[in-house]
Nanobody, 125 residues
């Protein structure tokens, strides 16, 4: 079974930086796609970015150049480093995973089987 646990959310002023983490267990050496999504009240869940455990990294246009996704395989942790944060980045951020053969676009949240509980990020102006 795959388990995902996010941590590191909080409040920050606009222009600031924050790093959130996702502890990943249960994927072993299999090639999974690990992603970050976010959702604010009244809006649809939005893809932020993601990476294959053995491949490239993708970002949605609104965060390119500001956010960086990385993975520490020894610590089994996925990171989302956020810089130049804006009030519109305020949301609950979720870590998600889908295994080999899951199919679908990386940014389509409906194709992900495994989800963390979410961590809140609040950016004040």
């Amino acid at each position: 079974q795959v388990y995902l646990v996010e941590s590191g959310g909080g409040s920050v002023q606009a222009g600031g930086s924050l790093r959130i983490s996702c502890s990943v267990s249960g994927i072993g050496d299999r090639s999974f796609f690990l992603a970050w999504f976010r959702q604010s009240p009244g809006t649809q869940r939005e893809a932020v970015g993601g990476l294959y455990t053995h491949g490239p990294t993708y970002y949605t246009d609104s965060v390119k150049g500001r956010f960086t996704i990385s993975r520490d395989s020894e610590k089994n942790t996925l990171y989302l480093q956020m810089a130049d944060l804006k009030p519109e980045d305020t949301a609950t951020y979720y870590c998600a995973a889908k295994g080999p053969g899951a199919g679908g676009f990386w940014h389509d949240w409906t194709t992900y089987r495994y989800w963390g509980q979410g961590t809140q990020v609040t950016v004040s102006s």
